[in-house]
Nanobody
Framework: QVQLVESGGGLVQAGGSLRLSCTAS??????MGWFRQAPGKEREFVAG????????YYADSVKGRFTISRDNAKNTAYLRMNNLRSEDTALYYC?????????????????WGQGTEVTVDS
């Protein structure tokens, strides 16, 4: 079994930055990703990265502002979020999939964290 623990969320002013972290325990993780869910909305894909870190994919709404990365030695994935907007306010979830390639949809992931709250104050 795999456990994922997110951290780094918080309250930030519009235009500010945050870095989310997701540490996995249990065993080696392959593909990893970040999703978010705002109140009253469905969970949506934000960014994904493959096992080696050589390939990543982003939702159009965050391209150019967010960067996903990973450190396999630490079994940790990161989401750097710059130029935050009020519409980025959501509960952010880390996810892991038992595959080598980038995964961009909810059903493709096998493990989920509990989420970390991000609030952007405009």
């Amino acid at each position: 079994q795999v456990q994922l623990v997110e951290s780094g969320g918080g309250l930030v002013q519009a235009g500010g930055s945050l870095r989310l972290s997701c540490t996995a325990s249990g065993r080696d993780i392959l593909a990893m990703g970040w999703f978010r869910q705002a109140p009253g909305k469905e969970r949506e894909f934000v960014a994904g990265i493959n096992y080696s870190g050589s390939d990543s994919y982003y939702a159009d709404s965050v391209k150019g502002r967010f960067t996903i990365s990973r450190d396999n030695a630490k079994n940790t994935a990161y989401l750097r979020m710059n130029n935050l907007r009020s519409e980025d306010t959501a509960l952010y979830y880390c996810a892991a999939a038992e595959t080598l390639s980038v995964v961009v949809n909810v059903p493709g992931y096998d493990y989920w964290g509990q989420g970390t709250e991000v609030t952007v104050d405009s």
